[in-house]
């Protein structure tokens, strides 16, 4: 009896470890910068966190065998990369953990990759729209003039959310979340590099997402999301925010 059972505990390991090594991690988008991560586990809630030195990104992973791009946009150096499950309440185990080196050509060669929130193909229509538009002040007026705050979706958004640009064009709604993706998205297909960046603003109650842009050689703080809401009640804005005015915690 201890024989059969040690057996079948063997077997059941062998299961675990087999399913922790089907977590693949794709460097076929490595040149600019960005990690592919996939792993098919139904039902089960995936995480992968992305750390270089004491900086750490903490991002959802799908569970469907679909790969997820991630940034790594810290510049270059050795970064870990983590898949991890959860396996009870708020803890995980560690299914794949690797050390990438990353060596930079072009520091701004990845905020113009499709990455998982900030998602986008030639033919999604947001990024037709955009081909059409042609430039940065012509998305930007797009954008504040078109997409109207989401309240509803911002009482309800659970942890782990992300954007998907086409729901959000689709429907003309969203959170700043929604809106710094899309405005990210459309500027990266026309080669313009933008950030999403997450953090605190002045004006702004809570955490809020808003973009940076590079026009000229230079970065610029773009909040669609404020301004908007200043369009829609007709207050006159400056699409070219104060720096000092946003306290960056995150950019992607």
Not at 70 to 81: E, M, R
Not at 152 to 159: H, L
Request: aromatic fraction near 14%.
């Amino acid at each position: 009896m201890r024989k059969k059972i040690t057996i079948l505990f063997i077997f059941l390991l062998y299961l675990y470890t087999g399913c922790s090594y089907a977590v693949t991690f794709h460097d076929d988008k490595l040149t600019s910068n960005v990690i592919g991560v996939s792993h098919s586990a139904p039902g089960k809630k995936l995480k992968v966190i992305i750390q270089k030195g004491s900086q750490k990104y903490t991002y959802a992973l799908r569970n469907d065998g679909k790969t997820d791009y991630y940034p790594l946009q810290l510049g270059s150096g050795s970064y870990s990369v983590t898949a991890l499950e959860n396996v009870s309440g708020s803890q995980y185990s560690v299914l794949k953990s690797e050390n990438i080196d990353v060596s930079v050509s072009d520091k701004n060669a990845v905020f113009l990759q499709s990455i998982q929130i900030i998602d986008y193909k030639s033919t999604d229509p947001a990024i037709k729209k955009a081909k059409s538009l042609g430039n940065n002040d012509k998305i930007y007026d797009y954008i504040v003039k078109n997409v109207r705050y989401d309240y509803n979706k911002a009482a309800t958004v659970k942890a782990g959310y992300y954007p998907t640009i086409n729901d959000t064009f689709a429907t003309n709604k969203g959170i700043c979340y929604d809106y710094a993706s899309m405005d990210a998205a459309m500027l990266r297909s026309i080669g313009i590099p933008a950030k999403l960046v997450k953090g605190y603003a002045k004006g702004v109650d809570g955490y809020h997402a808003w973009n940076e842009v590079l026009l000229g050689g230079t970065w610029y703080v773009i909040d669609t999301t404020y301004d908007s809401a200043k369009w829609g009640g007709k207050a006159k804005v400056s699409m070219k925010k104060k720096t000092s005015d946003y306290q960056k915690v995150y950019e992607y």
